[in-house]
């Protein structure tokens, strides 16, 4: 589908979801050591499903997903049936914290852990520079926008890697991370027009900002999407 805008920039759509729900703990309550291979729960696989249905009239045309596991599962999900293949690219990854630093970190730092995103030199539980993820993230997506073999594309990513994408969309960077909640599964809307000749970005459009189809109204829970993962292992402690 190929749209155009009021003055002729050509607009193109990108959906960025984030992977569907997972646990960070083990049966016993661990934290586990590798978050980076966690796989989706049965109602993550529930809620990409889900949302795939919700979304079957979306004419995806290119699929790119972070190289994890659960964001991997979570676009095949969506996409399922649409003989669609997904792009694995590292440069969606999420947030790494220092091992040692995550280890001691209290359940009150994970639930805020996004708070100093915006504070020159800032870390990501004292691992991945803010700036430098955000540098990663925005160079890639533009290289994608660079791309003409697309119109509609589903981003599958992080909730911290989400936050960037939208930081850019607003050309708000790293201010308004802290501000901005993503829950599993959610997807978020944004159009970018481009210059017919030039493929130059001439806007950003935000659409649509972490929409739940499981929870549209949020009122399933009114705790922040890291504060449910700090409840769940306050709950398995």
Known sequence: MHRTAF?????????????????YVDDNGVRVTDSTIVPL??????????????L??????????????????????ILEGRNI???KNDSFV????????????????LAYSFKDAAVPGARYVGGDSFA??????????????????????ALVAHGGINRLIIG???????????????????????DVDTHPETGKIV??????????????PKEGNHLLSLEQIATRMQKKS
């Open 132 to 153: 430098d993820v955000n540098t990663r993230v925005t160079t890639a997506l533009e290289k994608i926008l660079a791309e003409k073999n697309w119109e509609t594309l």
């Open 41 to 54: 729960t049965a109602w993550g696989r529930e809620q990409a499903t889900m949302t795939g249905k919700a």
């Open 7 to 23: 003055d002729g920039s050509h607009r193109r759509r990108i959906y960025v979801f984030r992977h569907g729900d997972v646990s």
């Open 203 to 216: 806007r950003k459009l935000v659409r649509s900002m972490n929409t739940a189809i499981y929870d549209i």
């Open 168 to 190: 850019w969309a607003f050309d708000t960077g790293l201010a308004t991370v802290p501000m901005i909640d993503q829950n599993t599964c959610c997807f978020n809307v944004i």
């Open 85 to 87: 293949p997904v792009e």
């Open 56 to 77: 079957a009239n979306i004419p995806f045309d290119r699929a790119v997903s972070s190289s994890f596991p659960r964001s991997v599962e979570t676009a095949e999900l």
């Open 94 to 109: 999420e947030f790494q914290g220092d091992s040692t630093a995550r280890t001691a970190l209290t359940l009150e730092e």
